[in-house]
Protein backbone atom coordinates (compact mmCIF):
# COMPACT_ATOMS: atom_id res chain seq x y z
CA UNK A 1 0.00 0.00 0.00
CA UNK A 2 1.30 3.86 -0.82
CA UNK A 3 0.13 6.21 1.97
CA UNK A 4 -0.88 10.52 1.02
CA UNK A 5 1.48 12.31 2.08
CA UNK A 6 -0.77 15.23 2.71
CA UNK A 7 -4.14 13.21 4.25
CA UNK A 8 -2.49 10.04 5.27
CA UNK A 9 -5.02 7.79 3.07
CA UNK A 10 -4.27 4.54 1.92
CA UNK A 11 -4.03 4.60 -1.45
CA UNK A 12 -3.48 1.54 -4.06
CA UNK A 13 -0.15 0.51 -5.18
CA UNK A 14 0.99 2.36 -8.56
CA UNK A 15 -1.68 5.43 -7.38
CA UNK A 16 -0.39 8.91 -8.79
CA UNK A 17 -2.79 11.08 -7.41
CA UNK A 18 -4.65 10.91 -3.91
CA UNK A 19 -8.57 10.36 -4.88
CA UNK A 20 -9.40 11.99 -1.51
CA UNK A 21 -7.20 15.25 -1.35
CA UNK A 22 -5.94 15.67 -5.08
CA UNK A 23 -2.44 15.59 -4.30
CA UNK A 24 0.12 13.84 -6.06
CA UNK A 25 2.07 10.67 -4.31
CA UNK A 26 5.47 10.73 -4.36
CA UNK A 27 8.22 11.49 -2.85
CA UNK A 28 8.99 15.56 -3.30
CA UNK A 29 12.24 17.23 -3.57
CA UNK A 30 12.71 20.96 -2.93
CA UNK A 31 15.65 22.90 -3.32
CA UNK A 32 16.42 26.64 -2.98
CA UNK A 33 18.32 29.33 -4.29
CA UNK A 34 19.13 32.98 -3.62
CA UNK A 35 20.37 34.84 -6.93
CA UNK A 36 19.89 38.34 -7.17
CA UNK A 37 16.95 40.50 -9.11
CA UNK A 38 19.33 40.90 -12.35
CA UNK A 39 19.44 36.93 -12.03
CA UNK A 40 16.07 36.22 -11.69
CA UNK A 41 14.77 35.89 -14.68
CA UNK A 42 17.61 33.69 -16.30
CA UNK A 43 17.36 31.36 -13.79
CA UNK A 44 13.75 30.89 -13.79
CA UNK A 45 14.28 29.98 -17.41
CA UNK A 46 16.96 27.73 -17.14
CA UNK A 47 14.90 25.99 -14.10
CA UNK A 48 12.12 25.59 -16.33
CA UNK A 49 14.30 24.26 -19.34
CA UNK A 50 15.72 21.15 -17.02
CA UNK A 51 12.49 19.25 -17.28
CA UNK A 52 11.62 17.65 -14.13
CA UNK A 53 10.57 21.10 -11.66
CA UNK A 54 6.89 20.73 -10.92
CA UNK A 55 6.44 24.15 -8.93
CA UNK A 56 8.40 27.36 -8.46
CA UNK A 57 7.97 30.02 -5.85
CA UNK A 58 10.05 33.07 -5.60
CA UNK A 59 10.38 34.90 -2.39
CA UNK A 60 11.84 38.52 -0.93
CA UNK A 61 14.13 38.61 1.48
CA UNK A 62 11.54 39.01 4.16
CA UNK A 63 9.73 35.56 2.78
CA UNK A 64 7.03 37.00 1.05
CA UNK A 65 5.95 34.89 -1.63
CA UNK A 66 5.50 36.85 -5.23
CA UNK A 67 5.12 34.32 -7.53
CA UNK A 68 3.94 30.66 -7.68
CA UNK A 69 3.70 28.73 -10.43
CA UNK A 70 2.93 25.20 -11.27
CA UNK A 71 4.94 24.03 -13.83
CA UNK A 72 4.04 21.03 -16.29
CA UNK A 73 5.15 20.21 -20.09
CA UNK A 74 2.00 21.59 -21.53
CA UNK A 75 3.10 25.28 -19.61
CA UNK A 76 6.29 25.80 -21.00
CA UNK A 77 5.08 27.58 -23.92
CA UNK A 78 3.15 30.41 -24.98
CA UNK A 79 0.98 30.13 -21.28
CA UNK A 80 4.40 30.63 -19.52
CA UNK A 81 5.36 33.93 -21.27
CA UNK A 82 2.80 36.11 -19.15
CA UNK A 83 4.55 34.47 -16.31
CA UNK A 84 8.06 35.56 -17.23
CA UNK A 85 6.76 39.03 -18.01
CA UNK A 86 5.72 39.31 -13.97
CA UNK A 87 8.70 38.12 -13.12
CA UNK A 88 10.33 41.12 -14.39
CA UNK A 89 8.45 43.19 -12.83
CA UNK A 90 9.37 41.77 -9.39
CA UNK A 91 12.82 41.63 -10.15
CA UNK A 92 12.73 45.71 -10.52
CA UNK A 93 11.13 45.68 -7.37
CA UNK A 94 13.19 43.53 -5.14
CA UNK A 95 17.23 43.27 -4.75
CA UNK A 96 17.88 39.66 -3.69
CA UNK A 97 15.01 36.43 -4.02
CA UNK A 98 14.72 32.99 -2.80
CA UNK A 99 13.62 30.70 -5.49
CA UNK A 100 11.66 27.72 -4.09
CA UNK A 101 12.21 24.72 -6.14
CA UNK A 102 9.87 21.37 -5.67
CA UNK A 103 10.72 18.22 -7.81
CA UNK A 104 9.35 14.78 -7.72
CA UNK A 105 11.38 11.67 -7.82
Known sequence: MVR???C???LPVGAQYCFKCGSRVGKV?????????DDL??????????GNVTRIIVRDEQGK??????????????ILAPWLA????????VTECTISVERRE
Open 41 to 50: VRKVKSLLHE
Open 8 to 10: AID
Open 29 to 37: VTEEFSVSS
Open 4 to 6: CDR
Open 86 to 93: ALGAIAAL
Open 65 to 78: VFLEVPVTAGLIGV
